[in-house]
């Protein structure tokens, strides 16, 4: 059972940190490699979906999120179509917010989706923050970036994928899972966070079961960190 009281009375307040932790991740992409920044704006956003009693309560979390997200994130539309599209400026502005509102049904359904699974009887509240929010918001984005022709700018994978100094340690993944392996352990990391989290969760686990969160999270960011330096790949022949 969620609790009722804190954030989930809330839902003006719940908006307002979702698109801000929306927002926030865009830093975490190319040029800036703020790539903790990338968890931390998901484990702001699941910490608020279970906390969200009703899919529709869900839906509108997801949307703001999305919200904040795509308008931080996505501003070259507007320069493509009003700079060298010549499209005038208010007309620019509207045509790339509603195109923002459109993509940000995508995290908006993957809020209802995990609400209408976790709701099933055989799905226990920590099975549903575990296993099902990860995967509704995997899924949401693999489709986002297909349906339609697809649109998978700011996939959250790539987010991770910095070369040199800066890498994440989930990037060593990247010849094994692709972007979407990432996208989902990055995913499946903000969850166990949340869970470890006392004031973000608000699922009771066990001591035993807090120990083998904890593990599987070390284990996912210590093979993350030797895979990185795995050699791939040589050189064959000379440049």
Avoid: D
Avoid at 87 to 110: D, E, G, Q, V, W
Avoid at 145 to 167: D, E, I
């Amino acid at each position: 059972m969620t609790s009722r009281t804190g954030l989930a009375q809330h839902l003006p307040v719940q908006l307002l940190l979702a698109a801000i932790a929306g927002a926030a991740a865009v830093p975490a992409f190319a040029p800036h490699y703020l790539w903790p920044l990338a968890l931390l704006s998901l484990g702001v956003l699941f910490a608020l979906w279970q906390r969200s009693l009703t899919a529709s309560r869900a839906f509108a979390i997801g949307f703001a999120w999305g919200l904040g997200l795509f308008i931080a994130g996505v501003t070259w539309i507007y320069v493509s179509l009003h700079v060298y599209g010549n499209m005038p400026a208010p007309l620019a502005a509207l045509a790339t917010f509603l195109f923002c509102c459109y993509l940000s049904l995508y995290p908006a359904m993957a809020g209802v989706l995990y609400r209408k699974l976790a709701a099933m009887p055989s799905i226990s509240a920590s099975l549903g923050l575990l296993l099902v929010m990860p995967a509704s918001f995997i899924t949401l984005e693999y489709l986002r970036g297909w349906l339609l022709s697809g649109f998978p700018w700011l996939t959250f994978g790539y987010s991770q994928t910095p070369g040199g100094m800066l890498a994440a340690p989930l990037s060593g993944f990247a010849p094994l899972l692709g972007v979407h392996g990432i996208s989902w352990l990055l995913a499946l990391t903000a969850a166990i966070a949340v869970l470890l989290v006392r004031p973000l969760s608000a699922v009771t686990i066990s001591r035993r079961g807090r120990s083998v969160a904890m593990a599987a999270l070390a284990l996912i960011w210590t093979a993350g960190h030797f895979l990185h330096h795995a050699p791939w790949s040589e050189p064959a022949g000379q440049p």
